[in-house]
């Protein structure tokens, strides 16, 4: 089964590359890889939830967070390609916006990890690092970053 497959199966739409929101590129394509810019939880242009976790969210609402993160590396993904199934997760680096208490950076961090594997299969198993800090733009709770590499 493919990507495409498998995201029917799954009843996901892919958004819109989302427009950037200050001086950088949506991703910069070097070879067969490709090099994302964080992508926050944009939903139809907002963020649906912001805060700190630990403090204004909880574990499952990051997870969620990052999983939508993860929709809008996929957009980006099937834009640079035109089609899912040439796309390969080499890496993905999550950020968590936490209180300092927060300890589950990686379980938040698996809302995207997870969501590449349903869609890619084992093309989307990679590295990843998981890393909490204070504050994100816009008071996001999560942003994550890939590196995809392109196959034939």
Do not use: W
Request: charged share 20%; net charge negative.
């Amino acid at each position: 089964m493919g990507a495409r497959d498998r995201l029917a199966e799954l009843g996901i739409t892919l958004p819109s590359v989302a427009t950037p929101a200050a001086a950088y590129q949506p991703y910069r394509v070097t070879g067969s890889l490709v090099f994302t810019a964080g992508q926050v939880p944009v939903v139809d242009g907002r963020l649906p939830l912001t805060g700190k976790l630990g403090r204004d969210l909880d574990t499952e609402q990051g997870i969620e967070m990052a999983r939508v993160c993860g929709l809008n590396l996929l957009a980006i993904a099937q834009e640079v390609s035109g089609d899912l199934d040439r796309v390969r997760v080499v890496k993905l680096t999550v950020f968590v916006a936490s209180d300092p208490s927060f300890t589950e950076a990686h379980l938040v961090a698996n809302g995207a990890s997870e969501l590449l594997g349903e869609v890619l299969g084992d093309h989307g198993v990679h590295a990843r690092s998981a890393v909490g800090l204070c504050v994100l733009p816009k008071d996001a709770p999560v942003e994550v970053e890939a590196v995809f590499e392109l196959v034939d």
